[in-house]
């Protein structure tokens, strides 16, 4: 099974060896200094170990795992999670039987307890009882098997794991056994519903399949941890993802006012985010604040690319007698969620580089219904092509349809909207002819052919000619940074791996080198093919996608 739902109650500490660490849960951790205490022990003496223990506080019993990487920087994360005591032990009962695993005789535990030896041996035959075990030696077995010593320790006296003592006790430890592999959590939110929701989803779990097919990262198993999310919702599905632990957070498309924050906490968490939206303020933010928000990387350039490349496509359509505009007037709509105050200027300076002469420039909401005055307004200015910006299916339709006196003489332009599996065919008639473009989807070559392959067998379904490819680069992006660190949790390490990655996919190459950790496109960014992703533009015809330019 691929996707998992979060679960709660999860706590995490991260500890470099010097200086402050840092928690999803302050208060929690301000008052058990003591786990703290535990975090920086572990950076200091834990050098590529990994340990679970139970800790019980009243009658409370909660699992840590404590795992500190074998690079260069020592680190420590641990994370608490509320937890059910293995057996139906209760606390005093799993005391006793850590004694019993730590050597401890039936006196000897009484001294440690502060109770009398008949009540030990009470306590004994219920967990002899509880755990099926025979003997002594058994229930040493048993607990060592369940990482079910508790802390604090009974007592110092305890002949326990190495690893464990150095963490809880005072002895340092020199060497510690090969630890076993925590997953890689890797967190998804997607939309409830939108454009290339399913193909996006689709994608990510593919390439999680076929990443744990292989293996896995080093060994290491990568678990998917998706939700979905309505738009108002997306803030609360982030912060349960944090508080799960994930690893790295992925991002689906989502309405950039609730966007906006949603990534800003997800950030101060330091997981990496990755995430494909195009409102330039997204990648401005992270170039306004390389501190605060270095952890988010957009693997696309912005959206600002796309009336460029309507005027090349607009040359090239009129270098082939395919297009002959009058006058040369562009229009454009953009949607109201990404409009800026720099808009306007940016459009006018690209249209008159081209030679086109920029004659309306309006912002319109997100989901708009009713085009009917915005059509009448259009329609005076006399443009010769319009673009419109990235609208929801909805939207496009709704503007397609009352759009329809326009369509004989000014050519129509859609932005990314149209990768959604299936849209010339919901679309019909009213696709018919339009020009879209997007600045990151599937490339020709072979990668792209083995992914169309593989997604079509695995899912009985088209892959669409760029939302699922995405998410299939963005999770196996991460998977390369994860594989040359020695944690997928060693956040640091892992940013510092994203930005120096130079790979190609399915949708081209991939380089967060762009302003704000963002991808580049080709050739709005950049000449060269191997930096970037190709703008590739589409005409949808005879009601199916045909390729103009890359």
Request: proline share 7%.
């Amino acid at each position: 099974m691929d996707d998992v739902v979060p679960d709660g109650g999860g706590r995490r500490w991260l500890q470099p060896e010097l200086g402050d660490g840092s928690g999803s849960d302050p208060a929690f951790f301000e008052a058990r200094p003591d786990l703290v205490r535990v975090a920086r022990r572990a950076a200091r003496r834990l050098r590529g170990g990994h340990l679970r223990y139970l800790d019980i506080a009243g009658n409370a019993v909660r699992r840590v795992s404590v795992d500190v990487p074998d690079s260069g920087r020592p680190v420590a994360r641990l994370d608490v999670v509320d937890a059910e005591a293995p057996y139906g032990l209760t606390v005093r009962e799993l005391q006793v039987a850590t004694c019993v695993a730590g050597g401890l005789a039936n006196q000897a535990i009484a001294d440690a307890l502060g109770c009398t030896r008949r009540t030990v041996a009470t306590h004994l035959e219920h967990v002899f009882a509880k755990t099926g075990a025979a003997s002594r030696a058994l229930v040493a077995t048993l607990i060592a098997a369940e990482d079910a010593y508790v802390a604090p320790l009974p007592s110092p006296d305890l002949v326990l794991p190495a690893p464990l003592l150095a963490v809880l006790g005072s002895r340092t430890v020199s060497a510690v056994s090969v630890p076993r592999q925590r997953p890689a959590l890797l967190g998804a939110v997607y939309p409830t519903a939108g454009t290339g929701v399913v193909a996006m989803r689709r994608g990510a779990r593919l390439a999680v399949r076929e990443l744990n097919a292989r293996g896995g990262i080093a060994g290491r198993r990568v678990e998917h941890v998706t939700v979905t999310a309505t738009a108002d919702g997306l803030g609360d599905a982030v912060m349960a993802l944090t508080a799960r632990g994930v690893d790295a957070i992925m991002l689906g498309n989502f309405p950039f006012p609730f966007a906006r924050p949603a990534i800003a906490d997800a950030a101060a968490a330091g997981a990496p985010v990755l995430h494909s939206m195009t409102g330039p303020a997204l990648s401005d933010d992270v170039h306004a604040d390389p501190g605060g928000l270095g952890a988010v990387f957009q693997v696309c350039a912005t959206e600002s690319a796309y009336v460029p490349g309507l005027l090349r496509t607009l040359r090239y359509l009129a270098d082939r007698g395919a297009f002959r505009p009058g006058r040369r007037r562009l229009a454009v709509l953009q949607r109201e969620s990404t409009f800026d105050a720099g808009v306007t200027e940016r459009a006018q300076r690209q249209a008159a580089r081209a030679g086109w002469n920029l004659v309306f420039l309006e912002p319109v909401p997100d989901r708009a219904a009713s085009f009917t005055d915005l059509v009448r307004r259009l329609d005076l200015a006399e443009p010769d092509a319009v673009s419109l910006s990235i609208f929801p299916e909805p939207t496009l339709r709704a503007f397609l349809t009352a759009a329809a006196p326009l369509r004989g003489r000014a050519l129509l332009h859609a932005a990314w909207s149209p990768v959604a599996p299936g849209f010339a065919r919901r679309f019909g008639e009213l696709g018919e002819g339009l020009i879209w473009s997007t600045v990151i989807g599937n490339v020709d070559g072979p990668l792209c052919a083995g992914f169309e392959r593989r997604f079509q067998a695995t899912f009985g379904a088209e892959p669409g000619p760029a939302a699922a490819a995405v998410h299939y680069d963005m999770v196996n992006l991460l998977a390369q940074a994860w594989s040359r660190v020695s944690r997928p949790w060693d956040f640091v390490a892992v940013r510092e791996q994203l930005r120096s990655i130079a790979s190609f996919g399915v949708t081209g190459a991939h380089r967060f080198v762009g302003r704000g950790q963002r991808g580049l496109t080709c050739p709005d960014d950049t000449g060269d093919p191997t930096l970037g992703h190709p703008h590739l533009v589409y005409r949808i015809a005879g009601g199916a996608n045909r390729r103009l330019l890359s």
